[in-house]
């Protein structure tokens, strides 16, 4: 989605903000744009549809000398991918120039009034109506622009994160957020930065304030720093120290940011667990558990809420949950969850699943169910992000930042912590024997190393993957453990490589999808030697029957599947429960190189962004 980044100091802004740009592009954009206050005090907008290349190629050598400035990358709500839609915006016969991410949910009704008022719109955005609204408000009233702009908030129906450029104020910059993230770095020299997270900030400074919903900030070049509600409450900023290291940004030879986090796998998932499970003395360490003990101690039905990848994460915990720990388990799209009056009681227990913490429905979804009273637990991998903010207590994925629009380590990551989380409560719940839980345990802390032998082998995979480049359709099969791991394979092949991907638990295949095997079908089976093992080889049966192209992701030295697929992948044989960390790598792994073989972008997908921060 959007991304912002601004700058305010001693240092000529455009570098920086094209820094930025850069390292938000992995967010998913379709144009983008930077406006400065140059020395001669005149403002400087440039935006262009497309890459943050074209961007640069139109500037040329005249770059911009200002040193306050805004950048946006745009991922198009209202008004199709154009120069003219992108960011930024201009109000105030183009003395005042906003950035904007979210959606102005009343900018019909706000765009009449400027209209009848005299204003010319140019663009299709609810981004420039806002900022002709901030305008008409600072015009009308005579209010100073951050006064202007807190007033013109609370008229404000919908999400936003917004910075304000002025032409006659250029030493000072002003962001405000709602429903939409936005941090403001603090750095040497009275420097300020702000971003829509911490990547374009990261390599300037480590020190941020993350801005609160309806918080106005007013950053001036003297270092000073007001934050004001658009209530017009002071508030006192509190400083972060962040942990992300700016190399954690880069690729580091790899070719693609997606190959770097499915190699990072057998680091992110023991970054998940360590600390966390304790093999010598043999029990894990769940604070964020053990501090609430009473709400899962009384926890009638945990309630799974995620979108995307991370809701497969929430359908393998409920695997997780009900085998271990006996509570009843509800996995729910929090989209789906949020507009159709569910029932939540206070002795539920909500599991927030999120990668990058900022999910507009996963945030909206929580935020229902605390008004219900129930307990709040999220499992993001954002640090400060607001779905973990918003929580009542939460355990962090130690993935570290996750660059790929397609999420693989995030996944992992979240799994392991899921296992984690079950079998502490097992264990606490007494539905878990000594016996089981050490078993487990012993497992999780081997699957780093397993997870690396799967990447050895990772060659074996590319071969195959030339067999199914071309494929229009394909199949993901699994049972059980197996059934998530199916249906995030599928989301993996169609996200990045375009091809259309169905995932279904194997045993619903004669229920319909079987209509669909011809020989032109590649149907991918996860064919696991666990208890329902048996029942998927005879799927596998009828899928050879009608000539489906197999290929099964089996156990080391399984002659049974081997004999019955056209093509195998290997992975060593684990705990069930243990098994969706080992099965789905070589799944990312094939549709890296299926979409890196038809020619895709496989960092940067079309149309999608990394995390959906509107409806
Ligand atoms: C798929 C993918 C998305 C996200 C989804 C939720 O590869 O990345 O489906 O999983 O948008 O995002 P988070 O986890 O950030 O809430």
């Known amino acids: 989605m959007c991304g912002i980044v601004g700058y305010l100091g001693p240092e000529p802004a455009y570098p920086i903000l094209i820094d930025g740009l850069k390292r938000l ?282 979108c995307g990848t991370s809701w497969h994460a929430g359908l393998v915990a409920e695997y997780l949950f009900e085998s271990f720990a006996r509570i009843p388990v509800e996995v729910e799209y929090a989209s789906e969850f949020r507009y159709r009056k569910p029932v939540i009681r206070d002795t539920d227990v909500v599991l927030a699943i999120s990668q990058s913490g900022e999910t507009a429905d996963t945030l909206a979804a929580i935020r229902l169910a605390k008004e219900h009273g129930a307990h709040i637990f999220g499992v993001c991998n954002v640090v400060g992000s607001s779905i973990a903010r918003e929580s009542d207590a939460g355990a962090y994925t130690h993935a570290g930042p996750e660059i790929g629009v397609a999420s693989t380590k995030a996944f992992t990551a979240q799994v392991a912590v899921l296992t984690t989380m ?56 699994g049972r059980g453990y197996q059934f998530p791991v199916a249906l995030e394979g599928a989301l993996k092949l169609k996200e990045i490589s375009y091809i259309h991907a169905e995932g279904y638990p194997a045993a619903e295949m004669k229920h319909g999808p079987i209509a669909l095997i011809d020989e032109n079908m590649p149907v991918i089976f996860i064919a696991t030697q666990d208890d329902v093992y048996e029942k998927v080889v005879s799927n596998i049966q009828e899928v050879k029957a009608r000539g489906g192209q197999i290929l099964a992701i089996i156990n080391d030295g399984d002659t049974k599947v081997r004999a019955l697929a056209d093509h195998v992948l290997e992975v060593p044989k684990v705990h069930e429960a243990l098994s969706p960390l080992l099965t789905s790598v070589p799944m990312q792994l094939l549709s890296y190189h299926i979409a890196l073989m038809r020619g895709c972008n496989v960092d940067q997908p079309r149309n999608l962004a990394k995390s959906v921060t509107v409806e």
């Open 422 to 477: 079950a079998m502490h409560l097992g264990k606490r719940l007494g539905k878990l024997n000594d016996q089981a839980f050490m078993r487990l345990m012993t497992g999780l802390d081997n699957i780093p190393d397993l997870v690396q032998q799967v990447l050895d082998n990772a060659s074996a995979v590319e071969h195959i993957a030339a067999q199914f480049a071309q494929a229009e359709n394909a199949l993901y099969l």
């Open 25 to 306: 592009e992995y967010r998913g954009y379709d144009s983008s744009g930077v406006a400065t206050v140059e020395p001669g005090g005149e403002m400087s907008v440039h935006k262009r549809q497309g890459k943050v290349a074209n961007l640069e190629a139109h500037i040329g050598a005249g770059v911009p000398q200002g040193t306050v400035g805004i950048g946006h990358t745009r991922w198009a709500t209202h008004g199709p991918p154009s120069d003219r839609n992108a960011h930024p915006h201009l109000g105030g016969n183009g003395k005042i120039a906003v950035i904007h991410n979210g959606i102005i949910e009343n900018y019909e009704a706000l765009k009449e009034l400027l209209t009848h008022r005299g204003h010319d719109l140019t663009s299709d955005t609810d981004t420039e109506v806002l900022a002709h609204f901030i305008d008409e408000v600072h015009r009308s009233t005579g209010l100073d622009l951050p006064d202007a702009v807190r007033v013109a908030l609370k008229e404000v129906v919908g999400a936003y994160a917004i910075v304000v450029l002025d032409e006659s104020q250029p030493d000072r910059l002003i962001a405000a957020r709602k429903s939409s993230p936005l941090v403001v770095g603090i750095g040497e020299n009275n420097a300020f930065y702000v971003g829509s997270d911490a990547t374009p900030i990261v390599g300037y400074t480590k020190n941020v304030i993350y801005l609160e919903d309806e918080e106005v900030a007013t950053m001036g070049r003297d270092g000073s720093l007001t934050i004001r509600t658009i209530a017009d409450a002071v508030v006192t900023p509190e400083v972060h120290e962040i942990e992300m290291e700016i190399a954690s940004l880069e690729k580091a030879g790899f070719d693609h940011f997606m190959l770097k986090e499915i190699f990072e796998q057998p680091k992110s998932i023991r970054d998940s667990i360590r600390g966390r499970i304790r093999l010598q003395s043999g029990e894990v360490m769940m604070s964020g558990i053990d501090d609430h003990w009473a709400k899962w101690e009384q926890a009638e039905r945990i309630l799974i809420l995620g």
